[in-house]
C-alpha cells in the first residue's frame, strides 16, 4: 500500500464532508465523539502532539501518524495540515487499514 492510495482516500473522504482539520476544532470533535480517527503528521509540535495524542487516548480515539504536515494538507486540498480528523466510521476504517499496511510494506 502506497501513500497515494491513503491519500487519495483522505481527499475522497474531504469532498465528502467527513474530515476536520485544525487542533482546535479536532480537540472539540474528539470530545464530542464524532472523530472517528485522528491524523497527526510527524512533525507537529511537542505540545500539539502531546495535546492531540493525550485526547485521543482519554476518548479512546485512533490515532495514526503520517509523514508531514505538506502530505496531509496536500490530501485534503489545503495548505499544510498538522491534524485532520475522519468523522465518518467507514472512511476511518479503511484509511487505518491502508496506514497498517503503508507502515509495514
Known sequence: MNQKQWM???GLANRA???ISGEELVVKDVKNGRAKLVLLS???SH???KKILDKCHYYKVPVKR???REILGQ???KD???V???LDEGFAKKLALLLDESQWG
Open 66 to 68: 503520517v509523514e508531514n
Open 17 to 19: 464532508r467527513k474530515t
Open 42 to 44: 510527524k512533525d507537529a
Open 47 to 49: 505540545n500539539t502532539s
Open 80 to 82: 499544510a495540515r498538522v
Open 84 to 86: 485532520v480528523a475522519l
Open 75 to 77: 490530501a485534503i486540498g
Open 8 to 10: 487519495s482516500l483522505l
